[in-house]
Structure formats: C-alpha cells, structure tokens
C-alpha cells in the first residue's frame, strides 16, 4: 500500500517536473525581436536650426527593416533625405553600428525617443507613435 503510495507521489511530481522543463524550453525557443523589429515605425518630432537652414516643426521620420539589423530612415522633410543604417546595442540603447549617421534609440523612455542626425550634418529628435 505505501509503496503504491509512493509510486503516485513520484510518477505525479514526473509529471510535474517534464511539464515544468517543456515550459522552460518553450520559453528559450520564442524568438526575441531582431534590432531592426525595435526600431521600425513612424516617428514625429523637430529639427534643430544649424547654418543651413532653421529650425522645423512636425518632422516625420519613417524607418522600415532591410535586413535583422540594418534599417532604411526616410522622411517627409528632404533635408533629412534617406539612409541606410546599421545597428548595435549597447546596454538599453539601440545605435548606428559605424557610420557618419547617429541614430540613438532609448528604449526605456516611453515613448521611444530617437535622436538622428544624417550625416552629422542636421540634428533631428523625435517620438515614435
């Protein structure tokens, strides 16, 4: 009788424990975004005056995915024209990987702020929405 018992109890926490690892594994297997997916969207913000020109309002920047880790900026302001951008990562920050365009994108900050600047000529700084 108790060694029935016993086999419950250790056939139950079998059960218990592969339930607990397929779930584990489940959860390794879900596919994280790529820096790209991060990024994508429409932002909305301002650009900085500088020698060239001045300031303007109501800036939108487009950015759509090429490739995991490398993404098309267009905007609706020609000034800004269109780059293709590289990324990293650095800790909570998405970045350029190594060109002359800085693009910064918190992702603690909500809503995201971008921080553009194509080719270090025109400061932009907007929101996703």
Do not use: F, W
């Not at 009788?1 to 926490?13: A, P, R």
């Amino acid at each position: 009788m108790i060694n029935k018992k016993l086999l419950g109890v250790l056939m139950s926490l079998c059960l218990i424990g592969s339930t607990c690892l397929a779930s584990d594994n489940a959860k390794e297997n879900e596919k994280s975004p790529e820096l790209a997916d991060r990024v994508v969207g429409i932002y909305y913000g301002n650009v900085v005056s500088d020698s060239k020109g001045g300031s303007r309002s109501d800036v939108s920047v487009t950015i759509t995915k090429l490739d995991s880790k490398t993404v098309s900026v267009t905007s609706d302001y020609g000034r800004l024209g269109t780059v293709v951008i590289r990324l990293t990562r650095i800790d909570d920050k998405i970045l350029n990987a190594n060109s002359d365009t800085p693009l910064i994108l918190d992702l603690e900050q909500r809503p995201l702020r971008l921080d553009y600047s194509p080719h270090n000529e025109i400061s932009y700084v907007g929101y996703k929405q």
